[in-house]
């Protein structure tokens, strides 16, 4: 039976429910530690999931308005979808590919090995590499990742062996199907891979971990962990000596009910999490709270992104099979002499042919964008992800007019490629161009940016409080019992997808809430 907390009870208050939240949840409960965590969307189990793309992209995405700005094209192609992430119970979880890589050593110190590059605002972690490797074999472990832990790794579909073939061909030598968190066999009471390829739609077969039927059961189970779903997160509180109280928050009816908490966390992606704790300002904490620095909002990264498409004589069908189960890493290296700093990773991917209409080229026309469709069946393709420079005027900001259904100012995301980011993002097309035409591909089609699923900073690591928001532990540098517990505590973005680096950092700041609350510092 799941606990259920009273509203005066002192609970740890997590906000959100994905990769961070779900996993810092559990791991506080399995210590035995009362936790609610509050999450803004529905509670979707996986007989909820449909295999069609529109239906899912309507009933889990953050569809809440937003608006953008900047010189990125997504401020043109979906002024008000700067983020395809989810609005439910496991968060991006449900949604994302499953694709878990460490960062590298010289990733965790960009300030370090990339030097003063103009324009950008680099910071070194105020971890390593080494001090976080016991929590990344953890959080491999928890979600059963192929490559580790004796754990095979998923078959390559025909999508994967024309990406090996011409990483062959360009004597590419580190590519394989990928480090996913993805059952290749059964295990961990879930069933293996039934190569449905509908992933970003949420997994039918629960075989891709996602906090949402993995993390959040067991925490429920121990009696120590509540879900309230539908519950959005409007505003932290806090007492005279400056240490948080609660949460103020809303269900589905517009009711607004206020938790007591110990400790809050705030797990709500990038852009909730800045934009709670601006909107949480008080007088005492006139620019929002753990804002002493001005840093909240700021240093927002997404990855440098992009796709490569190629068409081939024979049919490829590269939705069949897992969507992202392959990858080639020779080029995450840093290695100035290619132009920038800093590396990018090819990662196969394939969207259903709704999703190439609306992201290949969005508002293209006529006969060259249609005649690509209809070579579908041939198309072979890859998702390009590097790392994109912290820029301190890129961020989350509270927008001045417009508000939410719930009268709070809604966030205004601003972004504008480094220079760095399109150095980097011209290579990987020409590389990934050439890797394909190695194999015989009869036309390369380079598709922009969508809609990021990873975002990271605006909340940031940093050794000192007045250079970011929170601390190795992602605790706030000015308030001891309020924590971030999502990608906005990235200092840097790295070349790896950012949810193994996530999990990781949940588990080991359960750790550190976990003893600090034992010895009362907390």
């Known amino acids: 039976m799941a606990a259920k907390f009273a509203l005066n009870e002192e609970v740890v208050v997590i906000v959100g429910s994905g990769a961070g939240g779900g996993t810092l949840g559990n791991e506080l409960a399995q210590k035995g530690i009362n936790v609610v965590v509050l999450e803004a969307g529905k509670r979707h189990e996986i007989n909820d999931f449909e295999n069609d793309e529109w239906p899912m992209f309507d009933k889990i995405s953050w569809l809440d308005k937003r608006t953008t700005s900047g010189t990125w094209r997504i401020a043109k192609d979906f002024p008000n979808l700067p983020t395809w992430i989810v609005k439910a119970v496991g968060g991006s979880t449900v949604h994302w590919a499953g694709a878990s890589l460490r960062f590298q050593e010289h990733e965790f110190k960009t300030r370090t090995h990339y030097g003063a590059v103009a324009g950008a605002n680099l910071l070194d972690w105020p971890i390593t590499l080494a001090e976080l490797e016991p929590y990344y074999a953890k959080a491999e472990d928890k979600m059963g990742v192929g490559g580790t832990n004796g754990i095979p790794r998923l078959p390559g579909n025909n999508n994967y062996k024309v990406l090996a073939a011409g990483a062959k061909k360009m004597g590419y030598k580190d590519y394989h199907s990928g480090n996913m968190a993805i059952n290749s066999q059964p295990r961990d009471g879930r069933g293996s891979c039934q190569q449905i390829g509908f992933c970003f739609q949420g997994c039918k077969s629960g075989a891709k971990w996602s906090t949402l039927y993995t993390e959040i059961p067991k925490g429920e189970q121990t009696g120590h962990l ?9 505003k932290i509180e806090h007492n005279a000596a400056g240490l948080v109280t609660g949460v103020l928050y809303s ?22 999490s800045p934009r709670l704790l601006l909107n949480s300002a008080s007088a005492q904490f006139p620019n929002g709270l753990a804002n002493s620095s001005g840093q909240v909002g700021k240093n927002y990264m997404r990855h440098m992104t992009g796709s490569v498409y190629a068409t081939f004589e024979q049919p490829v069908h590269m939705y069949r099979g897992t969507t992202m189960a392959g990858i080639v890493r020779d080029e995450a290296r840093h290695d100035t002499k290619r132009g920038f700093v800093g590396g990018y990773e090819m990662e196969t991917v394939s969207l259903g042919v709704p999703f190439m209409a609306a992201f290949m080229d969005p508002g293209s026309w006529g006969r060259d964008f ?53 150095a980097m993002r011209k290579h990987a097309f020409g590389q990934g161009s050439a890797l394909y035409q190695s194999v015989g591909a009869k036309r390369v089609i380079y598709t922009p940016p ?64 976990a003893g600090a609350m034992r010895r009362k510092e907390l």
């Open 450 to 513: 969508y809609p990021s699923t990873h975002n990271m900073g605006t909340n940031r690591m940093s050794a000192r409080a007045q250079d970011g928001v929170v601390n190795q532990w992602g605790q706030s540098h000015d308030i001891k019992n309020l924590f971030v517990s999502d990608g906005s505590q990235f200092t840097s973005g790295a070349s790896e997808n950012p949810t193994l680096t996530i999990v990781a950092l949940a588990i080991r700041q359960a750790d550190f809430i």
């Open 251 to 272: 269900d589905a009816k517009g009711n607004r009910s206020f938790q007591k908490a110990r400790v809050v966390c705030v797990a709500g992606n990038s852009i909730e």
């Open 370 to 422: 249609s005649s690509a469709m209809d070579a579908y069946d041939n198309m072979a393709g890859m998702w390009l992800v590097g790392e994109d420079m912290a820029q301190e005027s890129n961020g989350v900001t509270l927008h001045a007019t417009e508000k939410d259904q719930f009268g709070l100012p809604i966030p205004n995301v601003q972004f504008s490629d480094h220079a760095n980011d399109i």
């Open 226 to 234: 509540e879900i309230r779903a539908d519950a959005q997160v409007l």
